[in-house]
C-alpha cells in the first residue's frame, strides 16, 4: 500500500511539472560543469566518488582538503533521497569512471522528503545502484545512515531512531550478502538515546568539523583496503 501511494505521490509530481522541472527536482544541474571538466582517469589512477545528500555535500565543502588529497569526488546534494541519487547516478558516478564508490542516503527518505518513506523502496534503490556500480566494473561500499533523534524540518516524523537502526541493519545484511564493505558510522557517533552525539552535529542531523573527522577515520580505511 505504501509502495502504491508513493507512486501516485510520484506520478502526481510528474504530471504537475513539464520535463525540464522534473529534472530540476533530481538536480542534474548541480555538477554538470564539474563533471565535464573532469579529465578522464589516467592510467593506475584510483578515483572514488561519494555519492550522497547533504552530509556528503557538507562534507565536502568543510573538508576540502580530505577529498583533494585522497582523490575523492563528492557528489552530494542537499535534501536529495534515494529515488533521485538513483536518478543521477549515472551522470555523477559511472560517467566519472571511478575505481569506487561509496553510498550514503536514506535519512532524507526517513524525513519523507519526497514521498512517503517505504523501508524496502529504500533499501531497492540502494540495491539498485550497487547493481549498476558492479556492471560498470566500480567497487562499491555502502554505509550506514548517521544518527539522528528527529529532523528539524519534520518534525512530525515519529521513531526516527528506530527507522534508521532498521534501515542501517537492512543495508548491513545486503552488504555482507554481496561482499561488499560496509561503513557504520551509526554505532560510533549516537548517543545513549541513538540520536546524533551533540558535538558532532549542528542541528542533530548535519556533522561539524568533529563529527566529519569521526567519518573521516572510519572511510579512509575501509577505502584504503578496497584500493589495495
Not at 197 to 219: T, W
Request: charged share 20%; glycine share 8%.
Amino acid at each position: 500500500m505504501k509502495k502504491f501511494l508513493f507512486l501516485i505521490s510520484f506520478m502526481c509530481i510528474f504530471n504537475s511539472v513539464d520535463a525540464q522541472q522534473f529534472n530540476e527536482l533530481i538536480n542534474l544541474q548541480r555538477y554538470k560543469i564539474a563533471n565535464a571538466a573532469l579529465p578522464v582517469p589516467a592510467d593506475g589512477e584510483k578515483r572514488v566518488v561519494f555519492i550522497g545528500n547533504s552530509i556528503t555535500q557538507g562534507w565536502a565543502g568543510q573538508r576540502p582538503d580530505f577529498f583533494k588529497s585522497n582523490n575523492y569526488i563528492g557528489r552530494g546534494i542537499g535534501g536529495q533521497t534515494s529515488p533521485q541519487l538513483l536518478s543521477r547516478f549515472r551522470q555523477d558516478v559511472i560517467d566519472l569512471q571511478p575505481y569506487a564508490v561509496l553510498i550514503n542516503i536514506g535519512t532524507n527518505d526517513i524525513a519523507e522528503n519526497t514521498g512517503p518513506y517505504d523501508e524496502a523502496f529504500t533499501l531497492g534503490n540502494i540495491m539498485s545502484m550497487a547493481e549498476l556500480a558492479q556492471a560498470n566494473g566500480i567497487k562499491v561500499i555502502l554505509s550506514s545512515v548517521t544518527p539522528a533523534g528527529g529532523y528539524p524540518w519534520r518534525k512530525e516524523i515519529k521513531d526516527v531512531p528506530a527507522k534508521i537502526m532498521s534501515l542501517n541493519k537492512k543495508i548491513e545484511e545486503y552488504a555482507a550478502k554481496n561482499c561488499f564493505p560496509y561503513i557504520d558510522y551509526f554505532a560510533v557517533m549516537h548517543d545513549k538515546d541513538m540520536a546524533l552525539i551533540a558535538e558532532y552535529g549542528s542541528d542533530g542531523v548535519h556533522p561539524v568539523a568533529k563529527g566529519y573527522e569521526v567519518m573521516e577515520s572510519l572511510a579512509k580505511k575501509v577505502i584504503d583496503e578496497v584500493l589495495k
